[in-house]
């Protein structure tokens, strides 16, 4: 072996050192961890704006439950957006109050809410407290509505709010998974025992919730809708007795309960109604009280010399901030800390939000829409949901207003607050805790 071939040796051995080292060190150098685009709240106006030609990821989030859309305002502080453009004509401010007392349909529900708390128990000293009756606090809410112009609809809803002295009906002692003030249900159970399917009577629910037991001395277990199939020993459907779409009629619950009945006698299944007594009072007096409780903060934001934002920078910039697209066309913001949804962005004109819209057309004005009483703490969810305008009317060079066209400012912000406030401490007064179960089957 010459010295030539000696000297192309030694110059492979050092280069295979060389990668073999530089190999050794990416190993051990840390990669940096990719950009969080979730802000804090405190930090949100300090954030640059961002790039409109940023990478868009195709994906959109699934829906959450949280109602599919805005529904009509029922209570403190909110004026009506639905079918209306951001800047309605003056003559509509009586169309407005006029609405709020009115009873809107009820939107489907299209999955359960995953992040839904309920708060704790109201017990001191081991001592369970007895809730409120529903029709006096209902008067009490409506001696403290604040008559501001932000609040003009709101309190001639709660000004309209009536109670007939009759008195809720404390929930009994039972062991059923749901607030019976709050529903009529049937308990259905086959005289020998023996476990039944639960197919037919899933089909004949309506709107009422289903639980089940396996067996006699087994806990209640909500019943999966979209899986109709099993058999229980027991069986129970609690029907709502007022919802958002208003009171159950006195014809409703006897048609409900004739079909539960029928449906029983043709599985050879016992049916065992309770809550039927004075239910219709029951229902005008509960729907009273959803008039004054239901909170669900509005507010616009329109850009200030009246142009339109291209769709890739609002986008872009709601992204950055904590908003996620959802395939029914809605921003959700998530927040930080639990990546509970708790408000949504949606088109002021009544238009899904989809990547391609946003990619090809401008929006003109977007609403925030925020329903305090499906969200436990609403307090500190309200004054997210007030920073997180704030900062992108500042980002977006925009203003806030009203369903009026009215601004938004410091004044109107503080007044919707005590409204919010005023509406989550008479639910709790009843027993019902804002984000419970009890609370999202009386907004249903």
Known sequence: MNSLQIGLIGIGVFVVALLALWHWWQQRTPRAKPRDLHTPPGSLEERAEPSARRDRREAIEPVVEFPKTAPEPRAAGVQSSEGQRWFPPATNSAQVAQSSATHPSASDRVEDVSAAELDADNVDNYVVRQ????????????GSAQST????????????????????????????????????????TRDDGQPFDVAPFLRIAGRASVWGRLFRQSPWEAVDISQPTGAVISL?????????????????????????????????VSAQFEGFTAAAERAEELDSFLAAVDCIPITYLVRKDGEAWSGTRLRGTLEANGFRLQSDGRFAYHEVETEQVIFFAVDGYERAFTPERLRTESVAAFRLVMEAALLSQPMQRFDT???????????????????????????????????????????????IAPGSPSALALLA
């Open 385 to 431: 949901y007030r920073q997180t305008l704030r900062a992108l009317a500042k980002l977006l060079d925009a203003e806030l207003r009203d369903s009026s066209g009215a601004t938004v400012g410091e004044p109107e912000f503080a007044a919707l607050r005590a409204q919010v406030q005023s509406a989550s401490e008479a639910l709790s007064a009843a027993g």
């Open 149 to 188: 112009e932000f609040a003009a609809a709101s309190a001639h809803q709660a000004a309209s709010t009536v109670s007939r002295g009759v008195q809720a009906t404390a929930a009994p002692a039972s062991n059923m998974p749901f607030d019976e003030r709050l529903h009529v249900f049937a308990v259905l």
């Open 236 to 268: 129970g459907l609690a029907l709502p007795i007022a919802s958002r779409g208003g009171p159950v009629t006195v014809n409703e619950f006897d048609a409900w309960r004739t079909t539960v009945a029928v449906e029983c006698a043709n599985q050879n």
């Open 131 to 142: 809730p409120a009756p529903i029709s006096d606090i209902a008067v009490n809410l409506r």
